[in-house]
Each structure stands twice: as structure tokens, then as C-alpha cells.
């Protein structure tokens, strides 16, 4: 069933292996979307990221100086996008997949704000509980706690590993974000991230993470295409904010998203050119890389 729709109806999109794991990734036959299939993934599993997760992708359940590098300086210019669009600075703030920790950090020090996480990693959820941040190790174990409302709610690339992300965001609208509170996403970019990888259930187009926005409630407000801190030059990343609406407010229509698989041939060649042409723009060195 397609994430965004919940058509029935697809069209397989590409055979791709990820980690040694052969996955398969679809398309909407009525919306465009291309997702894989929950019940096949093993990264549906909430036990998928408590325990096997961070092994996979970087051989370690502990944060790695790589991880922890992209995490701060992702954080910093986060705060700075905030810093720029907010009247306001917000008071109350939940990062959801909230990592080391490190972003809330960063809201705590930008904001003064209240924060809690949401983190399914132990030993991830413990390094933020060493900062003194009150952490939940789901998103149901926070809501049983019937917490005050946010003024902030993020979740910087977490909606690709949902299996459920339209409900999901429908949850947050509903029970935990402010009447005129913020919700900050951050995603990678069909069209220039390589984006097929076990975790990734969803690939997100410009079109189709607006199109879910709206599906859930929101009103998109803001939406920036960039490659901090891996690119000075490949749009790697969709940042979006958004507003609740009322549950009365009718959501349009979706409208499909068109030429999906050219637009991804087209922004994949161009991201080629550039590696070649551009080599040490295209990609910005990380810790380990500076050390050679």
C-alpha cells in the first residue's frame, strides 16, 4: 500500500541492494510515490532500529566522530534557518529520532527552549540522557505520557524510515504539536541523494514531501533545497516547515507526482558531472577524511 495515498495499485521501480540486502522500491500507480513495501522490509521492525540499525550502517552501536560531526554542524545551520524564519523563539521542543541529542542541544543553548527526544537507539537515547535531556525510546511511550504541547516539533531525517509517515505526521498534528507551532522536516532528495538504502521505506521528491504534508494537515510555509554540510553544490537535502491546520480545513486533492524516473536520471547525471567537474566542492571533506 502506497505511504502517501494508500493506493493498492504500483509498478515496480527499481531492483537495487543495500548492505548486502536486495531491495525492492515501487511507484504509485495514482500519486507517483516511490516507497518500498513495509511488510517486506525488515526496517519496518521497531526492534529494526533498537537493535540492528546503527551495526549496519557504521559497524557500532556507539555514535562514531563521523556521525557525530554531521549531527553538530547539521545542527548549526538548523538553528540558523530557525534563527532567520521564526518570530518567535520556541519554548517548548521535541526532536523526534533525536540521535545524540545533539540538535536539541543546540535548541536549548539558540532557544533557552524546554526540550525532550524521542531516540529507539540505547546507546544513543543514553548519550542524550548524559546531556541532562529527558528522552523517550518511542513515540507512543511519549504520548501515554500525555505531555504539554510543542512549539517545535522535528524530525530531521526520520519521515524516510517510517513505515507509516502520513499518520504518523497526522499523530503529531493532533496530539502533541501547538496551535501555530512549527514542524521542521528534514529529507534526502530523490533527485540528487542516492536515497535507495534498507532504512529508507520512502524516496521523497520536492512534490511528493509536500504532497504528504498536506495529506496530514499541514500548511507548508517554508522549504529550502541544499547539501549542508556534505555539498556545497548537489541539493542533497529537502528542509521544509510547516504549521497545523484544523481538522475542518478540506486537503485538496493530491496531484500526481509527473516524470518522476526522468527527473531522477536528470538530477543524477547532473550530480555526476559536478563530482567530476568540481570534485572537492561537490563533496565536503568529514573528520576522517581531513585526517589523510
Not at 48 to 73: C, G, M, N, S
Not at 182 to 205: G, I, K, M, Q, R
Request: proline share 7%; charged share 20%.
Amino acid at each position: 500500500m502506497c505511504l502517501l495515498c494508500g493506493s493498492q495499485r504500483n509498478k515496480v521501480f527499481a531492483h537495487v541492494s543495500s548492505f548486502g540486502f536486495p531491495l525492492v522500491y515501487y511507484q504509485c500507480d495514482d500519486c507517483g510515490m516511490i516507497y518500498q513495501l513495509p511488510q517486506a522490509s525488515q526496517a519496518a521492525d521497531p526492534d529494526f532500529y533498537a537493535e540492528t540499525y546503527r551495526k549496519i550502517y557504521q559497524a557500532t552501536d556507539e555514535p562514531t566522530p563521523k556521525d557525530l560531526w554531521v549531527q553538530e554542524h547539521r545542527a548549526s545551520s538548523l538553528v540558523k534557518i530557525l534563527q532567520t524564519v521564526l518570530d518567535e523563539p520556541p519554548a517548548r521542543v521535541l526532536d523526534i529520532g533525536a540521535s545524540t541529542g545533539i540538535l536539541l542541544h543546540f535548541f536549548q543553548k539558540a532557544f533557552d527552549s524546554a526540550v525532550i527526544g524521542v531516540e529507539p537507539g540505547e546507546a544513543y537515547r543514553r548519550h542524550a540522557q548524559n546531556r541532562g535531556i529527558t528522552m523517550y525510546a518511542a513515540l507512543d511511550e511519549l504520548l501515554v505520557s500525555n505531555p504539554t504541547r510543542f512549539d517545535l516539533i522535528s524530525l530531521i531525517h526520520v519521515l524516510e524510515h517510517l513505515p507509516d509517515p502520513a499518520n504518523t505526521l497526522t499523530t503529531i498534528r493532533r496530539e502533541l504539536l501547538q496551535e501555530g507551532g512549527v514542524l521542521l522536516l528534514e529529507v534526502p532528495n530523490f533527485y540528487a541523494h542516492d536515497s535507495y538504502e534498507l532504512a529508507h521505506l520512502a524516496c521523497y521528491t520536492p512534490h511528493s514531501l509536500q504532497n504528504i504534508l498536506r495529506q496530514a494537515g499541514y500548511h507548508v510555509f517554508f522549504f529550502h533545497r541544499h547539501g549542508f554540510p556534505r555539498s556545497s553544490l548537489l541539493n542533497l537535502y529537502l528542509t521544509l516547515m510547516a504549521q497545523p491546520l484544523p481538522d475542518d480545513v478540506i486537503q485538496p486533492a493530491i496531484v500526481p507526482d509527473r516524470m518522476v524516473r526522468l527527473k531522477r536520471r536528470a538530477g543524477m547525471s547532473y550530480r555526476r558531472v559536478i563530482q567530476k567537474l568540481f570534485p572537492h566542492r561537490a563533496w565536503l571533506p568529514l573528520p576522517d577524511e581531513r585526517a589523510d
